[in-house]
């Protein structure tokens, strides 16, 4: 084939000086040219934007964004359709200044790790490579910025400079910080050099009310009168030896307002059908409106309600429910505050007597907490059906507790009731006597407090025992349960289950069901009566049957014997007192025979 004459050469292009918003280039002609067709766009964008035809070199490319990456090019005009190939160079502006407000960053359009900060931010630290983003504890997903510093270091993120004609002392910074633990705080400053840490100059101190909760925090640099132009947020615990774990995330620079909005809300004396929002005051405050709701509520289009003080009592509520709440200030002129960030609250859990829990699945019952103790079933103690409340306590746990959902209101004949066994961890053997006591405490206040009412120590017997408690006492009242085990000596299990408010039970269930001999059509068994009866109902049937669809048996003996089973099969039982006509108590734990 023959060679393709070129009649008009691409232009070379040298990049001569970068700024925030410039980019300055010398175009050498291919040849004797002396104009260019031009085009430019972020490499991000997809179209080009033209620049028409550039006859001067060199050319400056104005009024582009800062910290941003380009792409420019350019082609040689020989003749009115004679025109080389397109001759391109890229380049990334300076970070420039924060000159446009407000000026975000909720650290999303990052990776997360250890050497991910975002761009044209300066990080220092003596504590290693922090802060950096992390995927972990975000407000808004997926990332946030994580701090870190130990009983002897510090670290550091400073932000880009304020650009000089934003006055320092007109900005407020605002951002949603969670440490993990209490008393851990983040320090916010200004710093006139961005790399050496003696000149940052405390502004304030973010120490969140409640640890592990992102809370808002904002800090106005009104007071400030010096001439730094770097705003900073430092971790440092080291006055008072100790380290230091913060998470931070939608942070936002923004002029101070005329009327600034409520901060701090808390939420306090939440009952089942009331709690009250309280709030740090506005300086330019007049009084407050509130709206509150069920999940979706609308500041925009709800009626709010007019607050005189830092505080509103909302009733009357749901129990066990979750409720929206809004605040924001009322200033002078009839000019409002921006409405604060969404804010959440749930009310009591209530169960209404009476009462009954059962453990049936492996999840945690609505309102209940539990410190070491887990829903489950052992081999060694399973739950008497299915699951129950248990704990391994040994030397290195030696304490456990759980607290259950509040209860009520309760009546004058009413009785707690439950039932309990001490199972060795090793084995499932007998747990000797004395090696441990669970102690019962009620509180009428919600949780807030508890009074021990009673200490049962172990006694030395196998299986499940029932426990009952008089509640007389608590007529009227909504009561809250909290179980507390305690380890003496020995490894073993302590296992809760079935438990119970209501009219005392004038039908208890017999405990300790006991396997004694057995032949190749026949079982024995046993048990203890826990009241007067003298007629019991047995249910049984092959291993893991489903009770309710077994065989019955009624017998007027204990210990008795049935009879007529297959030879070489397992068979579980039950047992329950029979106390009137229609009337009979709760079944028995189970105890399983092979003949």
């Known amino acids: 084939l023959p060679c393709e004459t070129v009649t008009c050469y691409a232009p070379n292009v040298i990049l001569t000086d970068i700024t925030s918003s410039s980019a300055t280039m010398l175009i050498v002609p291919g040849a004797t040219e002396t104009s260019w067709e031009g085009e430019y766009k972020a490499a991000s964008d997809t179209a080009w934007t033209s620049l028409g035809t550039v006859t001067s070199s060199p050319f400056t490319l104005p009024a582009l964004l800062s910290n941003t990456y380009y792409q420019v090019r350019f082609r040689s005009v020989c003749g ?14 300076d970070c420039g200044t924060i000159i446009t407000l407000p000026f975000t960053e909720n650290f999303d359009s990052y990776a997360s790790g250890s050497s991910s900060y975002p761009t044209c931010w300066n990080r220092i630290s003596t504590a290693g490579s922090y802060p ?3 995927s972990n504890n975000a407000l808004s997903a997926p990332n946030s910025l994580y701090f870190y510093s130990g009983t002897t270091s510090y670290s550091m993120i400073v932000l880009p400079p304020v650009d000089l004609t934003i006055p320092l002392n007109t900005l407020q910074l605002t951002f949603w910080g969670r440490n993990n633990s209490a008393g851990q705080n983040l320090k916010i400053g200004v710093m006139t050099d961005p790399y050496d840490a003696s000149t940052f100059s405390l502004i304030g101190t973010f120490t969140p009310v409640n640890a592990s909760t992102f809370e808002e925090y904002v800090v ?13 947020i ?5 006055a008072q030896s100790l380290s230091n774990e913060f998470y931070i995330d939608n942070l936002s620079l923004d002029l101070i307002p005329s009327c600034s909005k409520p901060l701090d809300i808390v939420f306090s004396a939440i009952t089942t059908t009331s709690a009250t929002a309280s709030w740090d005051a506005s300086p330019t405050a007049l009084s407050y409106e509130v709206v509150y709701g069920l999940p979706g509520v609308d500041p925009a289009t709800a009626t709010p309600i007019s607050v005189s003080d830092t505080f509103y009592v909302m009733t009357p509520l749901t129990a066990t429910t979750l409720y929206h ?40 019952p609505v309102g209940y907490n539990l410190t070491s103790f887990d829903v489950g079933s052992d081999t060694y103690v399973p739950g008497n059906p299915p699951n129950n409340l248990m704990v391994n306590l040994y030397s290195s746990n030696p304490t456990a507790n759980f607290k259950t959902i509040n209860i009520g209101p309760l009546q004058s004949n009413y009785e707690l009731a439950f039932e309990y066994a001490y199972v060795l961890w090793s084995g499932g053997g007998l747990v000797p006597a004395g090696s441990g006591n669970f102690i019962v405490a009620i509180s009428t206040n919600w949780g807030d407090t508890y009074t021990n009412v009673d200490t049962v120590i172990n006694n030395g017997l196998a299986g499940y025992q029932s426990y009952s ?38 039908c208890p269930f017999p405990t300790l069901l006991t396997a004694g001999a057995s032949t190749q059509t026949s079982a024995e068994l046993s048990w203890t009566e826990n009241g007067t009866v003298t007629e019991w109902q047995i249910e049984y049937g092959p291993t893991g049957f489903i009770q309710g669809t077994g065989v019955y048996d009624t017998t007027n003996s204990n210990p008795c014997t049935i009879s007529s089973l297959n030879s070489g099969t397992s068979y579980d039982f039950y047992v329950r007192s029979v106390c009137g006509i229609g009337v009979s108590s709760a079944w028995s734990e189970k105890v399983t025979v092979t003949t």
């Open 220 to 232: 106005s640099f009104a007071n400030y009168t010096d001439t730094g132009a770097y705003i900073a």
């Open 234 to 238: 430092k971790s440092d615990n080291m």
């Open 325 to 364: 709440l809004y605040v924001r200030s009322v200033c002078a002129g009839g000019e409002y505050s921006e409405w604060t960030s969404l804010r959440t609250f749930s009310t009591v859990a209530l169960a209404p007597v009476p009462y009954t829990e059962g453990f049936t699945s492996s999840s945690v």
């Open 80 to 93: 009115a359709t004679d025109m080389s190939t397109w001759k391109m160079v890229s380049f990334t502006t």
């Open 469 to 506: 408690l008089d509640l007389s006492a608590y007529d009227t009242q909504i009561i809250k349960i909290k179980i507390t085990g305690n380890w003496n000596s020995s490894d073993y299990y302590l296992a809760i289950d079935n438990i119970y408010v209501g009219p005392i039970i004038t």
């Open 132 to 134: 950096y983003v992390n």
